[in-house]
Protein backbone atom coordinates (compact mmCIF):
# COMPACT_ATOMS: atom_id res chain seq x y z
CA UNK A 1 0.00 0.00 0.00
CA UNK A 2 1.47 3.55 -0.68
CA UNK A 3 1.91 5.90 1.65
CA UNK A 4 0.97 9.34 1.21
CA UNK A 5 2.40 12.35 3.33
CA UNK A 6 0.26 15.52 3.58
CA UNK A 7 -1.15 18.63 5.58
CA UNK A 8 -4.85 19.28 5.45
CA UNK A 9 -5.65 22.29 3.23
CA UNK A 10 -2.46 22.58 1.38
CA UNK A 11 -1.19 22.06 -1.74
CA UNK A 12 -1.51 18.10 -0.92
CA UNK A 13 -5.18 18.51 -0.99
CA UNK A 14 -4.88 18.54 -5.11
CA UNK A 15 -3.15 14.81 -4.81
CA UNK A 16 -5.38 13.86 -2.23
CA UNK A 17 -8.23 14.35 -4.62
CA UNK A 18 -6.49 12.34 -7.01
CA UNK A 19 -5.97 9.16 -4.95
CA UNK A 20 -9.24 9.26 -4.17
CA UNK A 21 -10.61 9.93 -7.74
CA UNK A 22 -8.26 6.76 -8.92
CA UNK A 23 -9.79 4.45 -5.99
CA UNK A 24 -6.36 3.37 -5.30
CA UNK A 25 -5.16 2.18 -1.98
CA UNK A 26 -2.91 3.88 0.44
CA UNK A 27 -2.72 5.08 3.93
CA UNK A 28 -2.18 8.77 5.18
CA UNK A 29 0.59 10.05 7.43
CA UNK A 30 -0.27 14.02 8.32
CA UNK A 31 2.67 15.92 8.41
CA UNK A 32 2.00 18.65 10.77
CA UNK A 33 3.75 21.88 9.39
CA UNK A 34 3.24 24.31 11.82
CA UNK A 35 5.11 21.95 14.63
CA UNK A 36 7.39 21.65 12.55
CA UNK A 37 6.99 17.92 11.38
CA UNK A 38 9.11 18.51 8.24
CA UNK A 39 11.82 19.40 9.64
CA UNK A 40 12.41 15.83 11.85
CA UNK A 41 14.92 13.95 10.78
CA UNK A 42 12.62 10.98 10.44
CA UNK A 43 10.61 13.02 7.33
CA UNK A 44 13.71 14.72 6.22
CA UNK A 45 15.25 11.06 5.27
CA UNK A 46 11.91 10.60 3.15
CA UNK A 47 12.46 14.18 2.01
CA UNK A 48 15.23 15.92 2.20
CA UNK A 49 13.83 19.02 0.65
CA UNK A 50 11.27 18.99 3.98
CA UNK A 51 8.57 19.90 1.80
CA UNK A 52 4.63 18.20 1.03
CA UNK A 53 3.43 16.54 0.01
CA UNK A 54 5.26 12.92 -0.48
CA UNK A 55 4.12 9.61 -2.09
CA UNK A 56 5.91 6.60 -1.08
CA UNK A 57 5.32 4.28 -3.82
CA UNK A 58 4.48 0.24 -2.89
CA UNK A 59 7.99 -0.42 -4.05
CA UNK A 60 9.40 1.81 -1.56
CA UNK A 61 10.45 4.16 -3.67
CA UNK A 62 9.63 8.00 -2.85
CA UNK A 63 8.25 11.13 -5.10
CA UNK A 64 7.67 14.46 -4.14
CA UNK A 65 6.63 17.68 -5.90
CA UNK A 66 2.93 18.56 -6.57
CA UNK A 67 3.55 17.65 -10.10
CA UNK A 68 5.94 14.83 -10.55
CA UNK A 69 3.14 13.43 -8.39
CA UNK A 70 0.15 13.89 -10.30
CA UNK A 71 1.96 12.99 -13.37
CA UNK A 72 3.00 9.89 -12.19
CA UNK A 73 -0.95 9.16 -11.14
CA UNK A 74 -1.49 9.83 -14.25
CA UNK A 75 0.65 7.63 -16.54
CA UNK A 76 0.59 4.89 -13.70
CA UNK A 77 -3.19 4.46 -13.40
CA UNK A 78 -4.51 5.37 -17.15
CA UNK A 79 -7.65 3.78 -16.35
CA UNK A 80 -8.54 7.41 -13.99
CA UNK A 81 -8.09 9.35 -17.34
CA UNK A 82 -6.21 11.84 -15.79
CA UNK A 83 -4.61 13.24 -18.86
CA UNK A 84 -6.14 14.31 -22.07
CA UNK A 85 -5.17 12.11 -25.13
CA UNK A 86 -2.00 13.16 -27.24
CA UNK A 87 1.47 14.70 -26.53
CA UNK A 88 0.11 17.89 -27.97
CA UNK A 89 -2.67 18.30 -25.43
CA UNK A 90 -1.04 16.43 -22.58
CA UNK A 91 2.16 19.54 -22.99
CA UNK A 92 -0.69 21.96 -21.99
CA UNK A 93 -1.65 20.08 -19.12
CA UNK A 94 1.69 20.15 -17.79
CA UNK A 95 2.36 24.01 -19.13
CA UNK A 96 -0.77 25.12 -16.54
CA UNK A 97 0.17 22.61 -13.79
CA UNK A 98 3.13 24.65 -14.11
CA UNK A 99 1.66 27.81 -13.80
CA UNK A 100 -0.41 26.77 -10.59
CA UNK A 101 2.28 25.19 -8.76
CA UNK A 102 5.36 27.39 -10.11
CA UNK A 103 3.90 30.89 -10.21
CA UNK A 104 0.19 30.89 -9.03
CA UNK A 105 1.35 29.28 -5.87
CA UNK A 106 5.18 29.31 -4.72
CA UNK A 107 4.99 33.15 -5.82
CA UNK A 108 1.99 34.62 -5.09
CA UNK A 109 0.29 32.60 -2.46
CA UNK A 110 3.59 32.24 -0.69
CA UNK A 111 3.54 35.67 -0.03
CA UNK A 112 0.46 35.72 1.55
CA UNK A 113 0.69 32.92 3.63
CA UNK A 114 4.83 33.08 4.97
CA UNK A 115 5.52 36.97 3.69
CA UNK A 116 8.67 37.09 6.42
CA UNK A 117 10.36 34.90 3.66
CA UNK A 118 10.17 37.95 1.21
CA UNK A 119 10.89 40.64 4.67
CA UNK A 120 13.78 42.35 5.07
CA UNK A 121 12.20 45.56 6.72
CA UNK A 122 8.82 45.10 8.64
CA UNK A 123 7.88 48.12 7.14
CA UNK A 124 7.38 46.50 3.24
CA UNK A 125 5.31 43.81 4.66
CA UNK A 126 1.86 45.69 3.00
CA UNK A 127 4.02 45.65 -0.65
CA UNK A 128 5.22 42.17 -0.19
CA UNK A 129 1.38 41.04 0.28
CA UNK A 130 0.28 43.44 -2.34
CA UNK A 131 2.41 41.59 -4.98
CA UNK A 132 1.19 38.29 -4.15
CA UNK A 133 -2.48 39.42 -4.49
CA UNK A 134 -1.22 40.22 -8.06
CA UNK A 135 0.04 37.62 -9.21
CA UNK A 136 -2.77 35.40 -7.58
CA UNK A 137 -5.23 37.69 -9.30
CA UNK A 138 -2.84 37.63 -12.58
CA UNK A 139 -3.04 33.93 -12.65
CA UNK A 140 -6.34 33.16 -11.92
CA UNK A 141 -7.23 35.87 -14.69
CA UNK A 142 -4.93 33.48 -17.23
CA UNK A 143 -6.74 30.30 -15.91
CA UNK A 144 -10.32 32.08 -16.32
CA UNK A 145 -9.37 33.00 -19.64
CA UNK A 146 -8.44 29.23 -20.51
CA UNK A 147 -11.63 27.55 -18.95
CA UNK A 148 -14.17 29.85 -20.95
CA UNK A 149 -12.05 28.27 -24.28
CA UNK A 150 -12.82 24.83 -23.17
CA UNK A 151 -15.79 22.62 -23.17
CA UNK A 152 -17.62 21.02 -19.83
CA UNK A 153 -16.39 23.60 -17.31
CA UNK A 154 -13.14 21.43 -16.63
CA UNK A 155 -10.00 22.78 -18.41
CA UNK A 156 -9.47 20.41 -20.84
CA UNK A 157 -13.44 19.23 -21.32
CA UNK A 158 -12.84 16.77 -18.63
CA UNK A 159 -11.49 16.34 -15.30
CA UNK A 160 -7.62 15.96 -15.63
CA UNK A 161 -4.41 16.62 -12.84
CA UNK A 162 -4.82 20.03 -14.06
CA UNK A 163 -7.78 20.67 -12.29
CA UNK A 164 -7.09 19.29 -8.75
CA UNK A 165 -4.40 22.10 -9.04
CA UNK A 166 -6.27 24.53 -10.34
CA UNK A 167 -8.83 23.66 -7.32
CA UNK A 168 -6.52 24.37 -4.23
CA UNK A 169 -5.40 27.25 -5.47
CA UNK A 170 -9.51 28.59 -5.74
CA UNK A 171 -9.56 27.26 -2.38
CA UNK A 172 -7.35 29.08 -1.27
CA UNK A 173 -8.55 32.11 -2.83
CA UNK A 174 -12.13 31.43 -1.52
CA UNK A 175 -11.09 31.11 2.16
CA UNK A 176 -8.83 34.35 1.93
CA UNK A 177 -11.80 36.07 -0.10
CA UNK A 178 -9.70 36.76 -2.65
CA UNK A 179 -11.50 37.91 -6.12
CA UNK A 180 -11.85 35.24 -8.69
CA UNK A 181 -12.73 35.63 -12.32
CA UNK A 182 -16.24 34.05 -12.97
CA UNK A 183 -15.41 30.91 -14.64
CA UNK A 184 -12.98 30.15 -12.13
CA UNK A 185 -15.58 30.46 -9.69
CA UNK A 186 -17.86 28.15 -11.86
CA UNK A 187 -14.73 25.70 -11.78
CA UNK A 188 -14.78 25.85 -7.99
CA UNK A 189 -18.36 25.09 -7.55
CA UNK A 190 -17.98 22.67 -10.55
CA UNK A 191 -15.63 20.65 -8.55
CA UNK A 192 -17.40 20.56 -5.62
CA UNK A 193 -20.00 18.77 -6.97
CA UNK A 194 -17.37 15.73 -7.30
CA UNK A 195 -17.97 12.91 -4.66
CA UNK A 196 -14.56 12.74 -4.05
CA UNK A 197 -13.64 15.91 -4.06
CA UNK A 198 -16.29 16.11 -1.18
CA UNK A 199 -14.76 13.23 0.48
CA UNK A 200 -11.42 14.91 0.81
CA UNK A 201 -12.27 18.29 2.37
CA UNK A 202 -14.30 16.16 5.40
CA UNK A 203 -11.70 14.23 5.55
CA UNK A 204 -9.26 16.76 5.91
CA UNK A 205 -11.74 18.80 8.15
CA UNK A 206 -13.45 21.35 6.41
CA UNK A 207 -17.03 22.20 6.67
CA UNK A 208 -19.03 25.17 4.81
CA UNK A 209 -19.57 28.20 6.14
CA UNK A 210 -23.21 28.77 6.68
CA UNK A 211 -23.48 31.34 4.13
CA UNK A 212 -21.61 29.02 1.69
CA UNK A 213 -23.20 25.99 2.45
CA UNK A 214 -25.13 26.09 -1.24
CA UNK A 215 -21.44 25.65 -2.83
CA UNK A 216 -21.18 22.49 -1.32
CA UNK A 217 -23.24 18.79 -2.16
Sequence with gaps: MMTFYMAPGSCSTGIHILLEELDVLFQVQIVNMPAGD??????????????????VRE???????????AWWLALAYPR????????DRQAEVLEVLSHCVGTIHQQGFTRLFVPERYLIRDEDLPVIEGQGKAIVAQGLALMGKRLQGSDGGYLFGQFCVADAALFYLE????????????????????MLTRPKVWQVLLEEGYRPAAENSSKYP
Excluded: Q, Y
Excluded at 171 to 190: G, Q, V
Design 38 to 55: HTKPTFLALNPKGSIPVL
Design 80 to 87: GRLLPDGA
Design 171 to 190: FWADRLHLPMPPACRDHFAL
Design 59 to 69: DGSVLSEFIAI
